[in-house]
């Protein structure tokens, strides 16, 4: 199947009908696990949710979903991006709680948003950074988060963003510096 028919399956999909993403999922599978098993990588070794795991609950939530509109795969990966995020959110937060606040889920994104060399930042920390980023600019945290959790490409981000290959360059840059610091406060 080639990307436009996966494109009009998306479309019908978000038009309410339930048998595109009957036709979508072994298409797309792949990919989801692809991603998933990148996020699981950069987290801590004792990590107990599997990458099949995390696709089948981003599968759920995203088959469960009313209203989103798709009009391009890009824009279905950056759904993917953020229903995988907040299942390893949800997921670092009852770990936290069931150890009485024993640390949360390590995930290292990129050598610039490293922290202290060699250790990722806290996912439940990069959580509230994003969500600060949001609320000063979404386009950047929407990017940061199509990047890094769902693992698109420039090109890809700026399809599901209408804007240019260079500016996501120029977003990615500023939305990295702007984690930095806010991280290592």
Do not use: C
């Not at 692809?34 to 949710?49: F, M």
């Amino acid at each position: 199947m080639d990307l436009h028919e996966v494109t009009e399956l998306l479309v019908n999909w978000s038009k309410g009908d339930r048998s595109a993403l009957d036709q979508l999922t072994p298409l797309l599978y792949e990919e989801l696990r692809r991603l998933a098993s990148s996020h699981l990588r950069r987290g801590r070794k004792q990590e107990t949710i599997q990458p099949t795991t995390l696709v089948h609950e981003a599968y759920l939530k995203m088959a469960g979903q009313e209203g989103v509109e798709f009009h391009n795969r890009a824009q279905f990966f950056g759904l993917a991006a953020q229903v995988m995020r907040s299942i390893l959110v949800d997921h670092a937060r009852s770990r936290s709680a069931a150890k009485r606040g024993g640390g949360g889920i390590a995930l290292t994104l990129h050598d610039d948003l490293a922290v202290a060399p060699g250790h990722g930042p806290d996912i439940l920390d990069l959580h509230e950074a994003l969500k600060d980023l949001a609320q000063q600019d979404e386009r950047k945290a929407q990017i940061i988060e199509m990047r890094y959790f769902a693992g698109m490409t420039s090109q890809e981000i700026a399809d599901a963003t209408a804007t240019s290959v260079a500016t996501v360059g120029r977003e990615l840059r500023v939305a990295h510096a702007w984690l930095l610091r806010r991280m290592q406060n």
